[in-house]
């Protein structure tokens, strides 16, 4: 699966879930990618690890298994539904998750803008080094 792939998919369930019967403006997506990563600084406030909680995953699916609680047990006793992962690790996954939605929203070849930006970076820092004389 490419990055566009994985943006029309995470879009379509975003759909599928309401997020978009009234679509936010642009401000607004922005303020819910932002409070990802407050919600990932708030996780690190409180001191957790970067994933923890439970994992809906198979163990040897998941390597984090060895700090999740219920790993491959998603209607385990207590869980309701799929077992969901928690940690800043996760809260920075949430930050992609909406920031793809509202790429493919948009419209945004992402694979092709962020291999456009990540060459440019490269070649920026290339020039950066020549000039500092390390390269």
Request: contains cysteine.
């Amino acid at each position: 699966m490419n990055i566009n792939q994985l943006a029309k998919e995470v879009h379509d369930n975003a759909v599928a879930h309401g997020w978009w019967d009234k679509p936010p403006t642009l401000p607004e997506a922005l303020c819910l990618i932002h409070a990802e990563l407050s919600e990932a600084l708030e996780e690190y406030r409180n001191g957790a690890p970067l994933v923890y909680g439970t994992c809906a995953l198979a163990e040897e699916d998941c390597q984090y298994f060895a700090i999740c609680d219920r790993v491959g047990q998603p209607g385990a006793e207590g869980a309701d539904g799929p077992c969901k992962p928690e940690g800043i690790a996760v809260e920075l996954a949430d930050v992609l998750l909406r920031t793809l939605d509202l790429m493919a929203a948009l419209g945004v070849d992402v694979d092709a803008v962020v291999m456009a930006k990540h060459k440019y970076n490269l070649a920026a820092q290339e020039v950066e080094d020549r000039r500092r004389g390390n390269a």
